[in-house]
Every structure is written in C-alpha cells, then in structure tokens.
C-alpha cells in the first residue's frame, strides 16, 4: 500500500497546524517551514502580529495578522499545510 502526504496527517488541524507541518518535513515531504513575524500597532496602539510561513518547495507564502504572535503563526501554518496536503486535488 502506497501512502500519500494526507495519510501522514489524520485530521488537520489549527491548533496543531505547526506540530503537523513540522512532522511532516521530519519526514522527508519538503523542507522545514520558515516564520517571519512583524509587530505593527494599530491606531489604538494595540498590537498586531503579522506573520508568513513559507517552504522552500512551495511556490506560495501563506500570511495572518492577529493580535496574537502565536495566533498569527498558527493560521499561517494551517493555510500552508491546507496547501501542501490539498494541492494535487
């Protein structure tokens, strides 16, 4: 039986969307993913994280904002594994 990208990950998820990428660059299916961050503030002087994962392999950057550093990182990393997992579809 042949196994593709989407039987390494059972159910994509948001919260666990950077533990997923990860593990499946660990096993072999496209480099480890790469974060930028950047704070900006808006008018009330709140924060707001801007932040771009991105795979070598992958011809797109995936990018959220959010109030939220670690928001941010999750929404960009589940956008990014919703497209490795799904692109061939």
Not at 10 to 15: G, H, I, M
Not at 61 to 74: M, R, V, W
Request: hydrophobic share 35%; net charge negative; charged share 30%.
């Amino acid at each position: 039986m042949l196994f593709t990208i989407q039987d390494e990950i059972d159910e994509p998820s948001l919260n666990m969307a950077i533990n997923q990428l990860e593990t499946l660059a660990r096993r072999g299916y496209f480099s480890c993913p790469e974060y930028t961050a950047e704070e900006h503030h808006d008018e009330n002087g709140n924060p707001l994280w801007h932040v771009e994962c991105h795979i070598d392999e992958a011809e797109y950057y995936f990018y959220a904002d959010a109030s939220s550093k670690k928001q941010a990182k999750k929404q960009a990393a589940y956008d990014m594994l919703m497209y490795v997992l799904y692109e061939e579809d």
